[in-house]
């Protein structure tokens, strides 16, 4: 059975896309297969999995699945992602992948039906291969975020431990629980909250998770991701952090692990 998360924030720069990219990468290590979709025009989730838009040979991306507004047609758009175990072997996920022009799908949110189209371009063909769909959205909560909560089972939402951050974050669990049978999806659900980039030295950082449980009791998952240089280099360098053999790069790693452990187990509880 296969598990779909948006993962969210209505405030752009808190490691959203820093989250989908190493938590796929963990679900790919604990044997999941996995399938990241890209609904951010940015293409930042594209780009760390590895994958560029080559302009002399191109290949439909979300953005023509999303257009095209037919049963299926995403899996013309899919892409396998290079990535791979520490001992060599293939990691794997898959990526619909886009590009800047995806903003131009914003422009058809008025036609009818137009929310429901990444439900009709992922309908068919998912189900019998990912164990679970990780939808990267823009900072929004507009036409491409309502896209993937269209599409999805429940939602990640992701925010450093900052005032801003987390009323982003509030924004978006008040959208859901307003707009969700808007969307043709009245089951939609918040299915935790990912705290990252944590500063332990910062007393506003634990004074605002603090807070944080109070408004969302329950949700925020465990662990916390903290803030790391080696955390910031893979993402730059479109790497897992398992590429990174120093004790920083192993302690992140343990992180993730136990992170894709939480969602594994968040998805099982969902299931029953």
Excluded at 12 to 23: D, E, P, R, S
Excluded at 212 to 229: D, M, N, Y
Aim: net charge negative.
């Amino acid at each position: 059975m296969t598990t779909s998360y948006v993962v969210s924030n209505n405030k752009g720069g808190v490691g959203k896309t820093a989250v989908v990219t190493q938590l796929a990468f963990g679900l790919a290590r604990a044997g999941q297969k996995v399938l990241v979709v890209d609904l951010d025009p940015q293409a930042n989730a594209s780009r760390r999995l590895g994958w560029s838009f080559d302009h002399a040979n191109p290949v439909p991306t979300i953005s023509e699945a999303i257009k095209a507004n037919e049963n299926g047609v995403g899996e013309d758009a899919v892409v396998t992602c290079a990535g791979t175990h520490m001992d060599g072997s293939p990691l794997s996920i898959d990526l619909l992948p886009s590009r800047p022009d995806l903003e131009n799908r914003i422009s058809e949110a008025g036609a009818v039906g137009a929310q429901r189209r990444l439900v009709r371009a992922l309908t068919g063909w998912t189900d019998d291969r990912y164990d679970f769909i990780l939808i990267d959205t823009p900072p929004s909560l507009g036409h491409l975020t309502q896209l993937g909560l269209a599409a999805a089972d429940g939602v990640l939402i992701v925010t450093e431990p900052e005032f801003d951050s987390i009323e982003g974050a509030v924004r978006v669990r008040d959208f859901i629980e307003a707009h969700a049978i808007d969307l043709a999806n009245p089951s939609l659900y918040l299915a935790g909250i990912i705290v990252s980039r944590l500063r332990s030295q910062i007393g506003e950082h634990k004074f605002q998770i603090d807070g944080l449980e109070e408004i969302a009791p329950g949700k925020v998952l465990q662990p916390i991701i903290p803030e790391r240089s080696v955390y910031k280099d893979a993402s730059g360098a479109a790497a897992s952090i398992t590429d990174y053999r120093t004790a920083a790069g192993r302690a992140m790693t343990e992180v993730y692990d136990q992170l894709t452990a939480t969602i594994q187990n968040l998805a099982k509880e969902a299931a029953r």
